[in-house]
């Protein structure tokens, strides 16, 4: 996957855009958010506005999201109704949301989970919009934004890399080198210890942050396309592979930091801005907790380490977010003005300018602008030989979040039992897959 070109001057955001919050929403049904409260007033019927569900909920995305918005409204005329929702309600209800009355956009992830729903006709395909964008992106964009139909679901907006966060100066300080092997980091963790820190940052409380953990080791310890099998249900939780991945990160638990399932990921990240934790595995959105720049200037990461040479360092886990059109748009012509907008070099540096934890999904946005973290996320999804989406992403979402998360939550409480686990997460993978 290749990166690169200049883009185009951003455009203004001066234009008003419509703001729909349901922080405090009833729910209907069975578990139907009102994410799409605006389909219930006249913007719903109006030519001149669009309505978008999101869930960028978080402060940073959320103003970047906007910005977005606004210099389309201003481009276009078109009004933008936006339905923000908690970022991890929204994608729990996502499946409810869709088959009542979405918005006419709503915003998603690539790969299998766009896949998902693609597959359940709850999208509509958007063949015509790639036609206008598509030389705006690179090859494993364009594979990553279609259906097992070989259509086109979803507009990429942003990427980036999960890996391992440290700061510059404690690395400095205790004169600590990169670790590029499991024995070097494991070795390196033994030593943040004993020099008081600790040695990984860790919060699971909202469940997902242990699955970026499972997949770092599989695809080190088993390679990438065992990893893939796995995702897609094809390969058995009691494999012997599995096993080795659950010792593997076993031997790392006593350095994590102690109550993860108690805390949220940004607090983890407050004992890494403040020096007093070594290193954090996790996305680059991390850099969205360091709010001041001295601090951000500090960050810096490394890929995870090589655990198989076999595979080495080859595959880098790279979420990628993007826009879809739902089942019945009730607003076709605006939604595709917009996706054909959000596909823009110009809409993407938008985004960024709000929100720099991110790198541009398009090959041809502006990267003049990046600071040194971003340019070593863009060179690093760049050289990698794999690319996947995190595991709440590259498989069945009603399998990840009532199966996968709470099991994992229960190896990081206690690491013991791991064979009952494992048989029991397969037990109910293969009842959840049979399902269709």
């Known amino acids: 996957m290749r990166l690169s070109s200049p ?98 956009v ?8 766009m896949q998902f729903f693609a597959d359940k006709g709850l999208a509509t395909p958007i063949d015509d919009v790639w036609k206008t964008i598509g030389g705006n992106f690179p090859p494993a964009m364009h594979d990553l934004s279609k259906g097992q139909d070989g259509k086109y679901y979803l507009v990429p907006l942003t990427t980036s890399p999960w890996a391992v966060f440290y700061r510059k100066s404690v690395f400095q300080k205790y004169g600590y080198e990169v670790p590029t092997t499991w024995d070097a980091y494991v070795a390196l963790c033994r030593r943040m210890k004993k020099d008081g820190l600790v040695p990984i940052a860790y919060g699971d409380k909202d469940a997902w942050p242990a699955m970026g953990s499972f997949d770092q080791i599989n695809f080190r310890l088993n390679g990438y396309d065992f990893h893939v099998e796995l995702m897609a249900g094809k390969a058995s939780w009691t494999d012997a592979k599995v096993r ?23 607090d983890a990240a407050q004992t890494l801005v403040a020096k007093k934790a070594g290193m954090y595995m996790l996305g680059m959105f991390v850099a969205q907790q360091f709010t001041d720049k001295a ?38 012509a605006g939604s595709v003005k917009l996706l054909e907008f959000l596909g823009t070099p110009q809409a993407e540096e938008t985004y960024l300018k709000a929100d720099p934890s991110l790198i541009a999904a398009s090959s041809k946005a502006d990267t003049s602008a990046y600071s040194a973290l971003q340019k070593k996320a863009y060179d690093m999804i760049g050289g990698a030989k794999h690319l996947t989406q995190f595991m709440d992403r590259d498989s069945r979402p009603d399998f990840t979040s009532t199966v996968m998360q709470p099991a994992l939550q229960k190896f990081v409480r206690d690491p013991k039992g791991i064979d009952g686990l494992l048989s029991s997460i397969e037990r109910q993978k293969k009842t959840i897959f049979a399902s269709g």
């Open 7 to 104: 883009g185009q001057p951003l455009p203004g955001t001066s234009r008003r855009t419509v703001l729909r919050g349901l922080g405090g929403a009833a729910v209907l049904g069975a578990g139907l958010p009102l994410l799409s409260a605006c389909a219930g007033n006249s913007a719903s019927s109006d030519t001149k506005t669009v309505t978008v569900g999101s869930n960028a909920s978080d402060a940073v995305p959320k103003k970047a999201y906007g910005d977005v918005y606004a210099a389309f409204t201003k481009q276009s005329g078109i009004e933008v109704a936006l339905n923000t929702k908690d970022h991890n309600t929204f994608q729990e209800q996502i499946n409810s949301y869709l088959q009542g009355t979405p918005d006419d």
């Open 106 to 113: 709503f915003q998603w992830f690539a790969g299998y989970r």
């Open 244 to 266: 080795k991945v659950f010792d593997t990160w076993a031997e790392t638990l006593p350095y994590h930091q102690e109550g993860a399932v108690g805390r949220t990921w940004q």
């Open 295 to 332: 601090d951000l200037d500090d960050l810096d990461f490394f890929a995870f380490p090589e655990i198989d040479p076999a595979y080495g360092q080859d595959t880098v886990e790279a979420p990628t977010d993007g826009i879809m059109l739902s089942k019945k748009p009730r607003n076709h």
